[in-house]
């Protein structure tokens, strides 16, 4: 059983910064095992992909979306993943989730853990 739970959301202004966290547990699991993204749904939108990392780092994908103004990096010591954003806009609410992959990938159906996600609100 792998539980990812991310934090880090709230609301902020247009042109503000957040980082969210997502930390994965359970029995004999580790982050190396794992590559990692993070993906959001709009609200009456599709859940789509935002950043993808593998499991040493050194392989990273965004979405042209985020592009520029997100960054995901990853401690797998500490078995957290992190997605900073900044530079945010109203478009970028949404609920945002992570999830763990046995390959990098940006298709959501090919990553097996979800968490439950959280809420981050962009203010004009």
């Known amino acids: 059983q792998v539980t990812l739970v991310e934090s880090g959301g709230g609301l902020v202004q247009a042109g503000g910064s957040l980082k969210l966290s997502c930390t994965v547990s359970g029995r004999a699991v580790s982050m190396y095992n794992y590559v990692m993204g993070w993906f959001r749904r709009a609200p009456g939108k599709e859940r789509e992909f935002a950043a993808a990392?593998?499991?040493?780092?050194?392989?990273?994908h965004y979405a042209d979306s985020v592009e520029g103004r997100f960054t995901i990096s990853r401690d797998n010591d500490k078995n957290t993943v992190y997605l900073e954003m900044t530079s945010l806009e109203p478009k970028d609410t949404a609920v945002y989730y992570c999830a763990a992959a046995g390959s990098l990938t940006t298709r959501a159906k090919d990553y097996d853990y979800w968490g439950q996600g959280t809420q981050v609100t962009v203010s004009s």
């Open positions: 990392i593998s499991w040493s780092g050194t392989r990273i």
